[in-house]
């Protein structure tokens, strides 16, 4: 997937994913041919391919263009990675404000997309692999959970719901 910084492959990055989530919007991901993401993109298929290489790679970029926190990242300000505290209001903020992609994802069957990649995003910062799959399964099962409950909680309360459940709190 690209990751450099030219306007026009960036701005052809922003297309193919504002395309494919429309076309999702109207239809289920296995019916979504390359070809109709780049007629509604305006872009060839030459430059999917150049800047994507799948249509998996395109939920990566627009999952991965809406995190508010990379765990392995330190803080600019202070220089130390993010607590427990920052990583819940910052995925219950993402939570909420991306419900409707993360119910796509759930409807077609590739919740699981989510899950992988936060998954990487863990590995980077811990090498224990099984606390990067835990934490990464509970903050998708969360998600999953917000998207289709008939009572939606407010940001403050999901932030509070995940740091409760990563605290351990149900089990002391």
């Known amino acids: 997937?690209?990751?450099?910084?030219?306007?026009?492959?960036?701005?052809?990055?922003?297309?193919?994913?504002?395309s494919f989530v429309k076309l999702l919007k109207e239809k289920e991901y296995s019916k979504i041919s390359v070809s109709e993401i780049c007629s509604l993109a305006g872009v060839s298929r030459q430059t999917f391919y150049s800047l994507f290489e799948s249509k998996e790679n395109i939920v990566v970029f627009e999952l991965a263009k809406n995190y508010l926190f990379d765990p392995e990242e330190e803080c600019k300000c202070c220089g130390r990675k993010p607590s427990l505290e920052e990583l819940s209001r910052g995925y219950a903020q993402f939570i909420v404000e991306k419900s409707d992609f993360i119910a796509l994802l759930v409807r077609n069957g590739i919740i699981y997309q989510m899950q992988e990649c936060l998954y990487h995003?863990?590995?980077?910062?811990?090498?224990?692999?099984?606390?990067?799959?835990?934490?990464?399964?509970?903050?998708?099962?969360?998600?999953?959970?917000?998207?289709?409950?008939?009572?939606?909680m407010t940001c403050s309360e999901l932030q509070m719901k995940i740091q409760e459940l990563f605290s351990g709190f149900p089990f002391r």
């Open 1 to 18: 997937m690209y990751q450099g910084c030219n306007k026009t492959a960036v701005a052809s990055q922003f297309a193919i994913a504002d």
């Open 121 to 152: 995003s863990f590995c980077k910062c811990s090498s224990d692999e099984m606390t990067a799959d835990f934490i990464a399964g509970g903050l998708t099962a969360v998600a999953r959970h917000y998207c289709f409950s008939d009572q939606k």
